[in-house]
C-alpha cells in the first residue's frame, strides 16, 4: 500500500474516478486541491518529466479553450509561470508517491509504481463534460 498526494480539483468527476481506482487498489490518496496549492515553477516542473510543453497543459482549462493561451506555442518558462498563477492550467491530477512525480493518470505508469488492481475499462483520461467546465463541490467544510 502507497501514500498518495493526489492534486484535483474538487468536484472533478475523472478525478473522483481516478481516486476511487488507486482506493480499490489499496492505497490511501490524500486528495489536495490543485487551486489553493503554493506553486512554484521549480515545484511544478518535475511532475512533467520529459513530456513536450503543450502536454504540461490541461485542454480543458477556459483560457486553453478560449484560445488565450496557446499550449503548442508556449515556452517552458513562460508555461510554468501561467501555471503558477492560474492552475487550472495545469493538466491534473498531479500525483506524487515515494518521490516520483507525475502529470496526469497514466496507468501503466502507476501501475509500475505502486500497482493498480485489474479493472475491464481504462481510467477516463479527458474531460467527460462537452463544455470541460465542472461544478463547484458543495462546501463541506472538511480539509483535505
Request: net charge negative; charged share 25%.
Amino acid at each position: 500500500m502507497a501514500v498518495i498526494l493526489f492534486y484535483e480539483k474538487p468536484g472533478c468527476v475523472n478525478n473522483t474516478r481516478q481516486k476511487q481506482i488507486l482506493r480499490q487498489s489499496g492505497h490511501d490518496v490524500v486528495a489536495l486541491d490543485i487551486r489553493v496549492q503554493t506553486w512554484r515553477p521549480e515545484t511544478l516542473r518535475p511532475f512533467f518529466g520529459d513530456r513536450p510543453v503543450a502536454e504540461w497543459f490541461n485542454r480543458a482549462a477556459p483560457r486553453v479553450k478560449s484560445g488565450a493561451v496557446v499550449p503548442e506555442l508556449a515556452e517552458a518558462d513562460e508555461a510554468l509561470a501561467q501555471m503558477c498563477l492560474d492552475p487550472l492550467l495545469i493538466r491534473r491530477p498531479l500525483i506524487e508517491c515515494d518521490g516520483r512525480r507525475l502529470a496526469g493518470f497514466d496507468e501503466a505508469v502507476l501501475d509500475s509504481w505502486v500497482g493498480l488492481a485489474p479493472r475491464a475499462e481504462p481510467a477516463p483520461q479527458a474531460c467527460p463534460r462537452s463544455e470541460g467546465v465542472c461544478p463547484e463541490p458543495p462546501s463541506t467544510g472538511e480539509e483535505h
